[in-house]
C-alpha cells in the first residue's frame, strides 16, 4: 500500500467565524496550542527538542515484578502545577534489559512532559506478543496501581519499543487502539502487520541494520492503513542496536512525535512537516500534515512545497543504500529473463527464520511478477507480507500484490516472510513475468 501523502506546513488548524466586522479569521497553530488544556512547557525550538534535558525536573521511582511484567522504572516529571501527564510505556529487545539498552530515554522523555515507564519482561526471550500483553499490563500499573497514578491521564497513552520490543509496541496498539501513539526503533514485529493499525505509528531504521533491515522496516510502515497518522525514518550509517545508546536524531524526532499525539500540541508539527533537521537521516517519509485525532485538518490554503522532499522514496523500491546484509551471498536466478530474485536471510531464531526477497526488473518495465523456490528440508512458511504465496509440496510460489507488480526498468520490489524451520539458501530462485 503506497504511503505518500502530500507534503505541507501545518500553518493553521482552524478558522473561526466571528460575528464582528472584522469578518474570517484564521486561527494560527500558537492560538489553538493556546486553548489546549494538555499543552505542557513553553514554547519549543530546535534546541529545545535535542537537548539531553528538558524543562521539567525529574524524579524515578522503582517498581516490582507483579503486576503482569517483572517490575521495571516509572520517571516522571516533579511538577505538580500543571495537571496530569501523558504517559509511555516502552519494552526492550530480544534477551535486552531495559535497564542496561534504554534507561537513558526514561528521564530524557520525562523532562519533557510524560511519565514514562520502562519494563523488564518475564522473560527475555519473550516475542513480541508477550511484550505487548506487558505493555499494557504496565499503562494498567501505572494508571491504577502506581504511586504516581495521580500525575497520569489515563486517556493519553503511548507503547515504545527497541526490536522485539517495537514490535511488542505494535502488538499492543494493535490490541488497544485507544492508545494515542506507537513508536518503534528497529522494530522486528514477527506476529502481526499494521494493515489494521488505528493508532498513530512512528517507525525508526538504520541503513546498516542486519537484524530488521531498512526495507523489511519500510515494509512494515507501508502496511499502515491510509486513515493512520504515520513516518519512517532511516538514519544514516547506523545499526540495529543504535536506539540503545543516547542519540539526538531519535529524541529530535520522537519528542515532536509524541507531544503531537499525546498532548495534541500543534506547535511541534514544525520538527516534522516537513522534517526540521534532517542531518544523519537517510530517509524520510510521512503522512504530512499530522494531525490528531478530533483536531481540525490544517486550511486547504496552506501552499505545498516547491520540490519534493529529496529522501522520500517510492514505498515499492528498496532504499538504494542500504548496506548488503552480513549473510551468505545470495541466489539470483539467472538475468536473461524479465526479472530476477534475490533471496536471503534476514535472522534466524530456534525453530524459525526471517527471510526476504528482493524482485528486480529487467532492462524493460514489467507488470507483474512470479518468484519460485523449493523449501528446505523441514521447512514451511507460516506468515508472508508484499506477496501473495501459494505451496505444492517443497515448491513455493509467490506473486506480487496489487501495489507492488508493476515495476519500472531496473526497478525492485521487496517481498518478507517468517519460516518454521532452519535457515537455507535456495538452490535456485526463478522470477518470472507476467
Avoid at 161 to 170: I, L, P, T
Amino acid at each position: 500500500m503506497a504511503r505518500r501523502r502530500p507534503f505541507a506546513l501545518l500553518a493553521a488548524a482552524a478558522a473561526a467565524v466571528l460575528g464582528l466586522a472584522a469578518g474570517i479569521v484564521a486561527t494560527s497553530p500558537a492560538a489553538v496550542a493556546a486553548d489546549n488544556p494538555y499543552e505542557r512547557g513553553p514554547d519549543p525550538t530546535p534546541a529545545s527538542v535535542a537537548a539531553p534535558n528538558g524543562p521539567f525536573a525529574t524524579a524515578q521511582v522503582s517498581v516490582p515484578p507483579g503486576y503482569g511484567f517483572n517490575g521495571g522504572m516509572i520517571y516522571y516529571p516533579t511538577d505538580t502545577s500543571q495537571g496530569t501527564f501523558g504517559a509511555i510505556a516502552i519494552s526492550p529487545g530480544y534477551t535486552a534489559l531495559f535497564s542496561v539498552e534504554l534507561a537513558w530515554m526514561g528521564p530524557r522523555l520525562a523532562s519533557q512532559g510524560f511519565v514514562v515507564i520502562g519494563i523488564e519482561t518475564n522473560d527475555r526471550n519473550d516475542f513480541d506478543t508477550a511484550r505487548g500483553t506487558q505493555l499494557l499490563a504496565a499503562l494498567d500499573y501505572l494508571t491504577g496501581q502506581s504511586s504516581v497514578r495521580s500525575r497520569v491521564d489515563p486517556n493519553r497513552l503511548a507503547v515504545a519499543g527497541h526490536s522485539m520490543g517495537g514490535g511488542g509496541a505494535f502488538s499492543a496498539a494493535l490490541r488497544r487502539p485507544a492508545l494515542k501513539a506507537a513508536v518503534g526503533f528497529t522494530p522486528f514485529s514477527p506476529s502481526q502487520n499494521l494493515t489494521n493499525m488505528q493508532v498513530p505509528a512512528l517507525l525508526y531504521s538504520g541503513q546498516y541494520d542486519t537484524v530488521t533491515t531498512p526495507s523489511s522496516v519500510s515494509n512494515l510502515y507501508n502496511g499502515l492503513p491510509s486513515t493512520t497518522e504515520g513516518a519512517y525514518i532511516e538514519a544514516a550509517g547506523l545499526d540495529h542496536s543504535f536506539p540503545t545508546r543516547p542519540n539526538t536524531l531519535l529524541m529530535r524526532t520522537m519528542i515532536p512525535w509524541v507531544k503531537i499525539f499525546l498532548d495534541n500540541d500543534l506547535r511541534y508539527t514544525q520538527f516534522l512537516c516537513p522534517l526540521m533537521d534532517s542531518s544523519g537521516v537517510l530517509q524520510y517519509r510521512n503522512t504530512c500534515p499530522l494531525v490528531p485525532p478530533g483536531l481540525p485538518s490544517p486550511s486547504p490554503t496552506t501552499a505545498p512545497p516547491t520540490t519534493a522532499p529529496p529522501t522520500t522514496a517510492p514505498p515499492t523500491t528498496a532504499p538504494p543504500t542500504t548496506a548488503p546484509p552480513t549473510t551468505a551471498p545470495p541466489t539470483t536466478a539467472p538475468p536473461s529473463g524479465a526479472c530476477t530474485a534475490t533471496y536471503q536471510t534476514i535472522g534466524s531464531w530456534p525453530g524459525g527464520f526471517q527471510g526476504e526477497v528482493t524482485v528486480r526488473a529487467g532492462s524493460s518495465a514489467i507488470n507483474g511478477w512470479t518468484v519460485g523456490w523449493s523449501l528446505g528440508s523441514g521447512q514451511s512458511i507460516t506468515q508472508i507480507w508484499n506477496g501473495t504465496l501459494s505451496t505444492s509440496g517443497s515448491a513455493v510460489t509467490v506473486r506480487n500484490v496489487s501495489y507492488n507488480g508493476s515495476l519500472p526498468a531496473a526497478g525492485t520490489a521487496t517481498f518478507g516472510f517468517l519460516g518454521s524451520g532452519s535457515p537455507s539458501t535456495p538452490s535456485t530462485v526463478t522470477c518470472t513475468s507476467p
